[in-house]
Every structure is written in structure tokens, then in C-alpha cells.
């Protein structure tokens, strides 16, 4: 049991949740995107979003100024979630736009509000849980999605749901997080994903 509520920590960690947005919504889109277009597009999020966070946290893991890829201190914190913001920038900018990629534009702008609601929190000393912040708010996203293409994804939103069950399990299990942090961490994710949808549903 100790090693299943382990491994969640790692198989939904938040570096990797922004991807899992990315590839659910190019697998269930009804709309006809170039081959070519779509591996460039998931080689872009992948290289943003996962290669270059690990290799910043390997820097900062050299200064000292990082322990874990988990980030268990409130004031380890702080330059990984300054740094994804500008990644998460740099994806609205440059890999998604607004009116050829609207769902995936304005789930990339909920994931920056939920950053940047995370790192202000770290000024206040306040620490949330980023796996649940970011499993939550592609789990709405996928909701979102279902009703925006009129596609039955009851399997795919019960699987994100106990994911949502799971790695509250496991941070509550490792005594990484408090249920407060795991609230607010939820509420965080899910929040901007939900205010957004009017833009684009």
C-alpha cells in the first residue's frame, strides 16, 4: 500500500499534467488538425513544460536552493513557480493562440492564474498542494471538454476524479499536506479552469 500511494506522487506529477491537457485534447478534438501540426504543438508543451523545469530544478537542486522535485518547503518554492509562470507565458505567446486553439489557449491562461495564485501564497508563507492544484484543474478541463464537443468522457473524467482521490491519498499518506492544503490546492486548479470556460465553451 505504502508504494501505490507513493508512485502517485510521481506518475501525476504536476510537471506532467499540463501535457496530459494537452494530448487529451488533441485526441478527442473533432476538428481536423495536420499531423504535422499536432507532434509539433506536443513536442513544444513537452519541451516547456517538462524538459526545461527538470533541468532548472537540477540547477537549483546544485545551488541548494531546491531538496526535492516535490518542493516540500514553502520557501523552495518560490523561483520554480517565478519560472513557470514565464514558461506558461511563453507557451500563450508563442505555442497557442486564441482563435485557432481557444480551448487550449485559455487552459494554459487557468494554469498561469493557478501559478501565479500559488506563488502568492508563498509570500504569505501559505503552502498548497501543486499535485492536487494540477490534477484538479485538468480534471475540469477534461469536464469541459466533454461537454464542449458533446462527447461521452465518463471513463476519462472517473479516471482524473480517482486521480484526484489518489494523490490526495498519497500526499495525506506521506504527510506532505494538510487537508487544508489539499482544499486549497483543488479549489485553486479547478477555480480558473471554471471562470474561463466562458470564453471559450
Known sequence: MNHFLNIAGYLLHPLIMPL??????????????????????LIAVLII????PLIIFFLLKNLKLVSSIHLEAVKERKYPLMLQCLLFLLIIKMVFN??????????????????????????????????QMAIAGVTMFLIALSVHFEINMLLGISFFIIGNGWIASSRLHTKSHTL??????????????????????
Open 20 to 41: 496530459f491537457g494537452t494530448l487529451l485534447y488533441f485526441s478527442i478534438t473533432p476538428r481536423y488538425l495536420e499531423p504535422e501540426l499536432v507532434i509539433s504543438k
Open 49 to 52: 513544460t517538462v524538459l526545461i
Open 98 to 131: 486564441p482563435y485557432d486553439f481557444a480551448e487550449m489557449y485559455y487552459f494554459f491562461v487557468g494554469i498561469l492564474f493557478s501559478v501565479m495564485t500559488a506563488l502568492l501564497l508563498v509570500f504569505v508563507k501559505f503552502k498548497i498542494s501543486l499535485h
Open 180 to 201: 487544508i492544503e489539499l482544499t486549497t490546492g483543488f479549489f485553486i486548479g479547478v477555480i480558473p479552469q471554471f471562470i474561463l470556460l466562458n470564453f471559450w465553451l
